[in-house]
């Protein structure tokens, strides 16, 4: 179901502080699947989090699912380079989200309800850093449908996307 006009605005009001922030920008270079960088990337997880929290129709903390879908892969290197460090590349799947939420106490002093949307978002991999507020369970559904997504849309000839 698509987001009302409004819902759309609202969304873009919230999200406009962290999208516009230059940390945040720096994100346009780094590629997370195919030719996705990590900046669309977190963008397209916040906006279909958004929708999901509101097709439950439950209530939740709007600044919380936002800003942690936002900044949940704000790890800021590109995690395909570096050839040298591939072992430290390989265990990013597992490091990554800590990373993440470290920078992001770092720029934007987030609260700890956001801070755990960031830390458990790739769980089950993190078997331990487990959701346990409904913003988090939906932010760490959401990156898994729009992983997902570029995963599969990557691997698809160009003009059939
Ligand atoms: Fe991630
Ligand atoms: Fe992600």
Redesign the pocket.
Known sequence: MPLSKHKIRHFNEMAHYIRNHRKVQEMKKYVQHGDVSVYDHVNDVAHTAYKIAHALKIRFDEKVLIEGALL??FFGYDWHEDKVKRKLFDMHGYT??KR?RERAVKYFGIDRKTQHVIET??WPLTIRSFPRTREAIIVCLA?KIVSTRETVMGKLPKRKR
């Open positions: 949940h892969d990554h989200a993440a978002h790739m990156d």
